[in-house]
C-alpha cells in the first residue's frame, strides 16, 4: 500500500450502465474542463482578442445555416477549426463526441450511445461471456478480493478460493491501480497463462491460471434439509438454460426449497426474464406488463412449459439488485405462494431499453417504455422493499482508511479511523463498549487482544501494521459462509416455516 491515507471501500457491483455511465461523466468532464480553460484563457487576454472576432464578425456577418445547428458547427470545426488537423478523422470524433452530449441525460441514465467496442462490452457483460479466469471480485481499491468462483473455471481448477485477496498480476503489483485495469490485466487470449499474486490466511503464493472462454451467470449448490441454493449473476440468453441444469440436479436430489440469491444482479434481456419466470409461475400468469409512452400496456405471460415447485422460496436482493433481478423478484412475490424477500431495498430500475445497432457498429441503446408489475405497480426510483430487512454490517460497506506510515493512535485520541478501529474489532468478536471515535480503555484492551492473537507488538497502539492486519482479517471472515448474514437469514425463514407447518 501507498504511504499515503487512503479510502478502501468495499464496493457494490456496477451494472454495464453504470460503469459506462462514469465513463461518459470522465470524458464529459474533460471536455467541459478544456472548454473552461480556453474561455478563461481569452477573458484573461482583455478585450483586445474579442474586438478582432467581433470586428470580424460584424464584416462577414452571421454565418448562414441550413436550420440544422448539428451539421453548421460540425462544417464549422471541420473547416476552420485550429486543432482539426491534430484529431484523427475530426468529423467521426466530434460526431461521436456529439451523440454522447445528446444522450448524456440526467432524466434517464439508462438512455446511452456506444462505440461498437462498448456495445460489444456490454452485452458481453450481461452474457457474462468472456475470456478469463472465472472469477467475480470486489474491489477494495487497492486489491481485489474473490467473491465468487465459478464452477468448473479455469480458477476452480487451479485452487482459487472465495476470500482470496489478489495482490500482483504477472508480477505486477495491483496497489493504486484502477479496477478496470487489473481486470484488464487478468483477461487475456484463451489459453495463455496468466500468474497472480495471492494472499490467503496472510501468506503470499504464487497460482498460474490458464485463461478459457467463460460462459456462465449460473451458480448454486445443494445445501442441508433439502435446500437448493441458486445464485444468478445477470439475465443473459444462456441464463435460463442454465438454470434448468441446476434446478434439473437440484430436484433430482430432493430439493424441496429454494434460496434464490439476486444480489448484485444488474438485470440483462427482457426475454430471458420472461423465460426465467415461467419456470415458477402457473401458465397463463402475468410476469409483467410493458408500459410504452402513450399508455398501451403489453403483457408478457408465463409458457408453462416447464414448471417448478417448491415448499418455499426466499429472494436475496439488495440495492444493486435491479432491472430484470427486480422484474423476476416481484413477478414471483406476487404470483407464487410462500415466497419471501430478504435483503436490503433494490435498485429501483423500471424501464425498458431497445438497442438500434448503426452501419459503423456503434449502437443507440434508448429508453422505449416503462415495466410494471403483475398488479400494475412500478419501482422506478423507489426499489423493492425486502419482506425482512437484514443489512450488512457497517465495517464492510463503509470506507475503510489506511494510514500513513509514521501515523499512530492511541488511548485518549479521537479520529474518524478510530471509529473503523471500533467496528472493525467489535465486527471480528472482540469487546468494544463504544464506536464512537474516542479510544477507550476497552478500545486499547481489545486491540491488545487482536495483536496477541496475530502475533503484532502487543502495546495497544494503532499503526499501520496493525490496520492493515486488521483489514486482512475482516476480508477473511468475510469470505466464510457463516457471514453472510442475508443467507444465514433466509436459511432461518426456511428452517421456522418448516416447524410451523409441522
Known sequence: MSDNKKRIKLQRYEWPDEVL???????????????????????????????ISKAQNIASGIYAYDGNKMSTVLDILSSQW??????????????????IGMTTLELDPHTAYMSSQEIEDFFASIDNNFVGIGVRVRNYDTYLVVDSVFKNSPAEASGIVKGDIIASVDGV??????????????????????????????????????????????????????????ELSSFGELTSDQLITYLDEFNAQGADKLILDLRDDGGGHLGSVVDIGSLFIDKDKVILEQESADGTIVQYKSDGKRHYEYDDIVILVNNSTASAAEVLTLALKQQVPNVTIVGTTTYGKGTIQTTIYLEDGSALKYTTSKWNAPDGSNINGVGIEPDVVVEIPDIITSPYYDMEEDMTL?????????????????????????????????????????????????????????????????????ALDESDVQKNAALEIIYNNEELDQ
Open 21 to 51: 455511465a462514469k465513463k461518459k461523466a470522465r470524458r464529459q468532464k474533460m471536455i467541459n474542463t478544456c472548454i473552461i480553460v480556453i474561455v478563461m484563457i481569452g477573458l484573461a487576454m482583455g478585450g483586445y482578442f474579442w474586438g
Open 82 to 99: 485550429y486543432f482539426a488537423d491534430q484529431v484523427d478523422d475530426v468529423e467521426e470524433t466530434l460526431t461521436d463526441q456529439a451523440l
Open 173 to 230: 503489483q495491483v496497489a493504486d491501480r484502477e479496477y478496470e485495469e487489473i481486470v484488464d490485466m487478468i483477461k487475456g487470449e484463451a489459453n495463455t497463462k496468466v500468474s497472480l499474486g495471492i494472499i490467503r490466511d496472510d501468506n503470499e503464493c504464487q497460482i498460474d491460471v490458464i485463461r478459457q472462454q467463460v460462459n456462465t451467470t449460473v451458480d448454486g449448490e445443494m445445501l442441508d434439509d433439502g435446500i437448493a441454493y441458486v
Open 410 to 478: 492511541a488511548y485518549d485520541s479521537v479520529n474518524a479511523i478510530n471509529v473503523q478501529l471500533q467496528k472493525s474489532l467489535d465486527y471480528l468478536g472482540y469487546p468494544i463498549t463504544r464506536d464512537d471515535g474516542y479510544f477507550d480503555m476497552s478500545t486499547q484492551e481489545a486491540l491488545k487482544m487482536f495483536e496477541s492473537d496475530n502475533g503484532l507488538l502487543i502495546d495497544g497502539i494503532l499503526d499501520k501494521d496493525d490496520n492493515e492486519k486488521i483489514f486482512m482479517a475482516i476480508s477473511e471472515k468475510w
